[in-house]
């Protein structure tokens, strides 16, 4: 981490990523606003394509070049959780995927609870990053929405029109995305409760506090 030391120009660029993720899923909210459309269908999974790409970079530059700061410990999974948060909201309302809505309620519930208990910490002046367990619980996530964002273009009236045999898999296509979206949660939850069960002290201190 910087010691409070200027940064370079270089060394802004993580946090700079950081925050154009956030900038990138509002905009991705805005083109799956128009879901329906096929345009605005492909626009929204390139978004969240490059949007991921700054998920890797940022850390992958932070400590490259040695530009771990508090700012981007905390703010990079609240930036993968609001991006998550949002392709699943999403798809909760798509007339194409129709998501189950308990899984995503599920998967949010964990998110808010490690941003609060991030919070805590913070108030100590500890900042908790990602473990190696929540990496792994982002990446399945970030493989799961491509998935789903690329099955929802795929049921798309205008795709099955062009594609016709594509309807012979609707019914397929509709268990895979169940199937690996009962995966997800599983690991998502799975990984919330041993972050929780391990940074348990920062709650009690907490509730102490309050």
């Known amino acids: 981490m910087t010691s409070g030391r200027p940064l370079s120009a270089l060394q802004r660029i993580p946090n700079l990523l ?29 978004i969240f394509f490059l949007a991921s790409l700054t998920d890797i970079f940022d850390g992958w530059m932070a400590r490259r070049y040695g530009a771990v700061t508090q700012f981007g410990l905390l703010m990079d999974p609240i930036a993968d ?8 909201i999403v798809f909760v309302h798509s007339p194409f995927i129709r998501m189950p809505a308990w ?40 493989v799961g ?18 594609l016709p045999h594509l309807s012979e898999y609707r019914d397929p296509l509709r268990l895979s995305v169940l199937i690996l ?18 940074n348990y002290r920062y709650l009690v ?5 309050s």
């Not at 909210?29 to 879901?35: G, H, N, Y």
């Not at 941003?115 to 996530?141: C, H, N, P, Y």
């Not at 201190?205 to 506090?209: C, L």
């Open 103 to 142: 899984p995503v309620a599920l998967i949010i519930g964990r998110e808010f609870a490690m941003t609060g208990l991030r919070l805590l910490a913070s108030a100590e002046g500890v900042t908790l990053g990602a473990d190696w367990g929540g990496k792994f619980k982002t990446i399945m996530q970030m």
């Open 181 to 198: 979206m009962y995966f997800v949660t599983a690991i998502t939850v799975y990984t919330g409760i041993d972050y929780l069960i391990r």
């Open 81 to 88: 959780k609001i991006l998550v948060a949002s392709a699943l």
């Open 18 to 46: 950081t925050s154009l993720r956030l900038v990138l899923a509002l905009c991705f909210l805005a083109a799956e606003a128009f879901e329906q459309q096929l345009a605005a269908q492909i626009t929204g999974l390139v």
């Open 145 to 162: 929405l491509h998935y789903f964002l690329i099955v929802d273009i795929l049921q798309n009236p205008r795709v099955q029109a062009y």
């Open 205 to 209: 201190s907490g509730s102490q506090q």
